[in-house]
């Protein structure tokens, strides 16, 4: 190795043997394979940005930011901004407003912008509309022909929410989200105490989160335990009893609940043939918090299976025999040689079952009733009803971070590199 | 030792039998004793039965019949953690989320030992094994040599009389195995444990033991010190499992004094200890170590021709492979000395040996 030395350039750096940095010439000799493992994943890459990274992250986006109101109000919009939300409101803000009201009625555009600002201030959506209608007819001054039509246009409020809606980069669906409202001057204040929902909901859908995932783990560990000790040809056919679900729809599942669980249902037919209850107090299993979990529990319990059980089975029955031959009973070579362990696969199981239940849809959807419906039922909700996309944005937006932070944690507490899924 | 066997064994294998499946037996009939610090090595080829025997000791496999007694008391039905043995495993099997000092501690603790003891116990045997630097350590920071050490000494550290050792340094490189081997026997001689060690590799077992056992087939075919069991192999198959064996297939036409007349096939008749051949008129093979093999220098009656096929140089000797009675594999190991005059390939010379360095033995194992 005595020429290694002399390959050395000035700066210490090893030099091959044309005089080019080692390092330099390393890439260099690389780059042929770089470019083609890069041309290996370059389809999925780009489908995965089309369909997966940017229309996420524009949906996040619209959760921020939403101009309903200034590209259908091009005029009032940039005076409206300027407004410092507390004086007299001027004439040339009502005549922005009214010039605006026409083009937008003839646009077929002043519905959704009536709703935008009713979302600030219930009750503006038939204030907006109706002015609209009377706006072609209407002569200066404006504001006096405004109140005129509506005597809530004299209302300062009125103009404060059509500020909000006019800004279109606003923290106003976040501080919904989390069921605060963001005023015109800027500040956040608490909702009213009966529409205050949201933080509430997002609670819950971690409780239940955290309920499905320990259910899932006291099931799926035995489970897993027996799987991987059983001679190969049991264990196969019970890891197909395991993966059965999976090679099930999940609708039709779901509705295999309902119809173990209802109250005229499999279930409580054998608890009334056995005496456990009545025919007139079945019990009410769906439609509720308990349906939900049983059939979320149901649903992902492979997801805690296969990773503990493919740590499992990594790990060699001669550590269990050498705890045992050096004194410790069943129980101890358990506790404190096997379980430790299997942490790797808990770790992964968990955080799977947990990540996937907190954003999980169809079953509550279907078996959750009133009471079990989760935040993604919210969301849902927001999308396709109330189209308030900007909220259900904001929803998914804090539910994204909520995983992310748990992540972290997991990472911090666990490690990212321990967790084995197979 | 073998006298003190006599007295009181310490370990007593009495007929034991194992089967898994109810058809086929894996150990067959076993009877072994073993002396108080004595060391006992197992030694066959794999699927021979020995580690099975040695599960069996160590309570995770279950005798199907017989009984194994440990100082006298039968421990059939002593679950594992209440045998007191040590037990080394082969691929070590330290708990990989504890560190090594944590490792030595386990079974003082759950031997509910005071804390300070346990500290001091863990020392010491860290001492033995000379890693006392290397308490904090995960066992996946250490090398294999050194993680072999540490199971060593966890399976020493809460001094049990009785160490079973399963193929303990199959992972390991040679040189450092053949290290290993003077350092397991060195602690076996300063602590005076009995020590059952399970290997398939016959220079360690010749190495290490006191006595071997040979199995094959679930059975011992031989038990004995390593120097009777290279010098005096009672069958075919001890022959050939240790060391190097030259065999050549002949028939018994008279025995007289011990010493069997045995005409080779495809050549004359010559004489060998009758040790394992059976009557007259029986087939049998002769067993002649390469190195007892001489060459142009025969002293004996036995003399045969041998057409030398290869030679290969290996510095102190010369291994040279020649065609003997239509034997193509007949290896004569020649020193590389003055006195031996070099060999050309090609050539014929005679080679012979004498009557006693020759065993004809049984054709059980020996079916080519």
């Keep these: ?422 | 030792m073998t006298e003190s066997v006599t007295e009181r064994p310490f370990v007593h294998f009495d007929g034991v039998q194992k089967s898994y499946d109810g058809e086929t037996l894996v150990v067959k009939d076993l009877n072994l004793e073993i002396a108080p610090g004595e060391f006992v090595t197992m030694l066959g080829p794999s699927g021979s039965g020995k580690t099975t025997c040695l599960m069996m000791l160590a309570g995770f496999e279950a005798a199907t019949s017989g009984e194994i007694y440990l100082k006298g008391e039968p421990i059939n039905n002593v679950p594992p953690h209440k045998r007191n043995i040590g037990m080394v495993f082969q691929n070590y099997a330290l708990f990989p989320h504890m560190t090594v000092a944590e490792n030595l501690a386990f079974p003082l603790q759950v031997r509910k030992m005071r804390r300070k003891d346990v500290k001091d116990k863990v020392a010491r045997a860290l001492g033995m094994v000379q890693m006392d630097e290397f308490g904090s350590r995960k066992p996946a920071q250490l090398s294999g040599g050194q993680q072999q050490r540490v199971a060593l000494a966890r399976a020493l550290v809460f001094e049990p009389q009785l160490i079973l050792m399963d193929e303990p340094l199959g992972a390991l490189d040679k040189q450092l195995r053949e290290h290993m081997q003077y350092e397991i026997k060195h602690i076996h001689e300063q602590l005076g444990v009995t020590v059952v060690y399970v290997t398939h590799d016959q220079s360690e077992a010749l190495t290490m033991s006191d006595r071997i056992a040979v199995f094959d087939d679930g059975v011992i075919q031989q038990l004995a010190p390593p120097a009777e069991l290279y010098e005096r192999p009672e069958n075919a198959f001890v022959a050939q499992f240790i060391g190097e064996n030259n065999r050549l297939p002949g028939k018994v036409t008279a025995i007289e004094n011990g010493v069997a007349r045995v005409a080779l096939d495809n050549g004359p008749e010559v004489l060998a200890l009758a040790i394992n051949c059976g009557e007259v008129g029986n087939r049998t093979v002769l067993s002649i170590r390469p190195e007892r093999v001489q060459v142009n220098h025969v002293t004996d009656a036995n003399r045969l021709d041998g057409h030398v096929q290869e030679l290969i140089y290996l510095g102190d000797h010369i291994r040279c492979r020649m065609q003997v009675c239509g034997n193509d594999d007949f290896i004569v190991k020649v020193p590389n000395s003055p006195e031996h005059a070099m060999l050309r390939e090609g050539e014929t010379c005679t080679v012979g040996w004498n009557t006693e360095d020759c065993r004809a033995l049984d054709l059980a194992h020996g079916a080519m």
């Design chain 1, 1 to 422: 190795m005595t020429d290694a030395t002399a390959n050395q350039g000035p700066d210490g750096l090893l030099l091959a043997t044309d005089g080019t940095p080692l390092k330099a010439k390393l890439r260099q000799s690389m780059k042929a394979s770089r470019r083609r493992a890069f041309g290996l994943v370059l389809p999925l890459l780009l489908f995965v940005l089309a369909s997966f990274v940017i229309p996420i992250i524009m949906l996040l986006w619209t959760g921020v930011s939403n101009d309903t109101y200034a590209a259908n109000m091009p005029r009032s919009a940039p005076l409206m901004r300027a407004w410092d939300g507390s004086s007299q409101p001027t004439e040339a803000m009502a005549e922005a407003m009214v010039l605006d009201m026409i083009d937008a009625r003839k646009a077929k555009t002043i519905g959704k912008v009536a709703s935008r600002v009713n979302r600030e201030q219930s009750g503006t959506r038939s204030l907006y509309t109706k002015s609209a209608r009377r706006a072609a007819k209407m002569e200066p001054p404006f504001l006096d022909a405004l109140v005129k039509a509506d005597k809530d246009w004299a209302d300062i409020e009125t103009w404060r929410a059509t500020k909000i809606a006019a800004t279109s980069l606003t923290p106003a669906y976040y501080a919904a989200a989390l069921d605060y409202k963001y005023t015109a001057d800027g500040e956040f204040v608490e909702q009213d105490e009966v529409r205050q929902i949201h933080v509430q909901l997002f609670w819950k859908t971690i409780w239940v989160s955290g309920a499905v995932m320990l259910f899932c783990l006291l099931l799926g560990y035995p489970v897993a335990y027996l799987l991987s000790h059983l001679p190969a040809k049991k264990a196969n056919l019970l890891m197909i009893l395991v993966l059965l679900p999976f090679w099930t729809s999940l609708l039709v599942r779901t509705t295999a609940w309902i119809a173990m669980l209802q109250s005229q249902g499999v279930l409580n037919d054998i608890f009334v043939w056995l005496g456990i209850t009545g025919d007139e107090q079945r019990f009410s299993l769906i439609y509720n918090m308990t349906g939900t979990l049983i059939a979320m529990t149901h649903i992902l319990l492979p997801f805690m299976i296969l990773p503990i059980y493919s740590v499992m089975r990594a790990i060699p029955p001669s550590h269990v025999r050498a705890a045992k031959s050096l004194g410790a009973t069943n129980w101890t070579a358990f506790w404190r040689v096997y379980f430790p362990a299997t942490i790797p696969g808990i770790g992964a199981g968990g955080l799977l079952v947990f990540i996937l239940s907190i954003g999980y849809y169809i079953t509550p959807a279907l078996v959750g009733g009133q009471d079990g419906q989760l935040i993604s039922n919210f969301i849902a909700y927001h999308m396709q009803r109330s189209l308030n996309w900007s909220l259900a944005a904001a929803l998914g937006g804090i539910l994204l971070a909520i995983v992310l932070v748990l992540y972290w944690l997991y990472d911090r507490i666990v490690g990212i590199d321990n967790m084995k899924l197979g």
